[in-house]
Structure formats: structure tokens, C-alpha cells
């Protein structure tokens, strides 16, 4: 774990993703496809069957990101993406599923 930097450029996105995502191999892509933006945090299902994800990086990524995640896996039906942004001095230097 890193401490950022103002001068970076990055920000960070809690997200809140709703609909049929679990089970469906959510997860496991949004990994693959944060790597492929080579962004860093993670994503996890949640007891309400939501998928909660904190994501890291340029802005111009996140934007690509979220326009993935209204899609998601082929066998996913997203019906809502939720995000904000949040302050934090943390860096993460991967994205990965917990």
C-alpha cells in the first residue's frame, strides 16, 4: 500500500452494482477487465445480492469502467450502477476479489 499523492491524478469510486450479479461470474470479470485498465481495489458480493466494488485510478479508466459495469458478463442483467467518489490516502497497487 502506497500513500497518493495530490499531483497524481487519481481518484478513487466506491460503487454499488444492482441486479442479476452474482452468480453469473461477476466477479471474476470485473478483475479481468480492472486489470485490462490497470486499475487498482476490489470487488466482493454482498448479503443482498449486490456486487460492491472500490475502484482506482485514472479518470478516463474509471469512466471506461463504469460504462463496463452497466453492461457487465454476458449472463448479468445490471438494472442500476451506483457510485461515488471518495477521499483516501490509501493506493492500491492491484485490483482484486475479496
Do not use: C
Request: glycine share 10%.
Amino acid at each position: 500500500m502506497k500513500s497518493l499523492h495530490s499531483h497524481t491524478g487519481v481518484e478513487t469510486l466506491s460503487v454499488l452494482v444492482l441486479g442479476k450479479v452474482q452468480g453469473v461470474g461477476f466477479r471474476a470479470a470485473t478483475v479481468r477487465q480492472a486489470h485490462q485498465l490497470k486499475l487498482g481495489g476490489w470487488v466482493r458480493n454482498l448479503d443482498d445480492g449486490r456486487v460492491e466494488a472500490l475502484l482506482q485510478g485514472e479518470h478516463e479508466a474509471l469512466d471506461r469502467m463504469l460504462s463496463w459495469l452497466l453492461q457487465g458478463p454476458p449472463a448479468a442483467r445490471v438494472d442500476e450502477v451506483v457510485h461515488d467518489q471518495v477521499q483516501t490516502q490509501r493506493r492500491y497497487d492491484r485490483f482484486e476479489q475479496i
